[in-house]
């Protein structure tokens, strides 16, 4: 927005600046010419200066949209990750204390290992 409002502007510098060649050809006092060119620089010189401060701050904004977009990616990844994990983790069996109880849950894993083994 402000770099539209300072383009904006950029034609009135431009006048500013032809109309100050301009009154170097009309007969004016030493005094009042010197005081014109001052005013002109002191213009230039916060024109510029704005239009300076402008940019840097688009720069800024720019890097810091980056790493928000950088952030956020890493982030959907991570919530994507741990979606699936709680879903997985409310899905498993409790295993049981009873030895007997986790011996047979042992064999039953192992034996369906050995038939997934076997047909590959």
Do not use: K
């Not at 009154?23 to 620089?41: I, K, Y």
């Not at 010189?45 to 904004?61: F, G, I, K, P, Q």
Request: proline share 1%; aromatic share 4%; with cysteine.
């Amino acid at each position: 927005m402000l770099e539209h409002m300072l383009a904006d502007r950029q034609s009135n510098v431009t006048a500013l600046r032809s109309m100050s060649h301009d009154l170097e050809s009309v007969d004016l006092d030493p005094t009042q010419q010197r005081d014109l060119r001052t005013a002109l620089a002191e213009c230039m010189t916060r024109y510029n200066a704005v239009c300076d401060v402008s940019a840097r701050h688009r720069s800024e904004l720019n890097a810091i949209e980056l790493a928000v977009s950088g952030y956020r990616t890493r982030l959907d990844a991570f919530l994507s990750w741990l979606d699936a994990t709680e879903r997985c983790t409310t899905m498993t069996d409790v295993i049981s204390i009873d030895v007997s109880a986790v011996q047979q849950q042992a064999a039953q894993q192992q034996v369906c290992h050995c038939c997934h083994c076997h047909s590959c």
